[in-house]
């Protein structure tokens, strides 16, 4: 089992900045993926950004590339979204997932079905 528990978030004008983090406990492998994801009123969870803990290599959305960065802290076993820039269109729960990190065909980092382990989210709220 894996636990995911998010924090950082909270309220913040348009142009400003957050830091998210998400602190990982339980079985996790090297092999692993992990994902932050969002989620606002009315609307589909969204792939935000994905990284790979064995190599590092990240993924992230059209709409927060230059903008959003993903990182990990494996001695701390946190994963991180910088957030900067930010615009009332990313007002969102954010959730932090983990993936065992088998990608059926078809798939990308940044699908929510491939993700199997979710936090319970933090809020975030950008103003204008």
């Known amino acids: 089992q894996v636990q995911l528990v998010e924090s950082g978030g909270g309220s913040v004008q348009a142009g400003g900045s957050l830091r998210l983090s998400c602190a990982v406990s339980?079985?996790?492998?090297?092999?692993?993926?992990m994902g932050w994801f969002r989620q606002a009123p009315g609307k589909e969870r969204e792939g935000v950004a994905a990284?790979?803990?064995?190599?590092?290599?990240?993924y992230k959305a059209d709409s927060v590339k230059g903008r959003f960065t993903i990182s990990q802290d494996n001695t701390k076993n946190t994963l991180s979204l910088q957030m900067n820039s930010l615009k009332p269109d990313d007002t969102a729960m954010y959730y932090c997932?983990?993936?065992?990190?088998?990608?059926?065909?078809?798939?990308?980092?940044?699908?929510?079905?491939?993700?199997?382990?979710w936090g319970q989210g933090t809020q975030v709220t950008v103003s204008s």
């Open positions: 339980g079985s996790i492998y090297s092999r692993y993926l």
């Open positions: 997932a983990a993936s065992p990190g088998f990608l059926t065909y078809g798939s990308s980092e940044l699908d929510a079905h491939v993700y199997t382990f």
């Open positions: 990284l790979y803990i064995s190599t590092g290599r990240t």
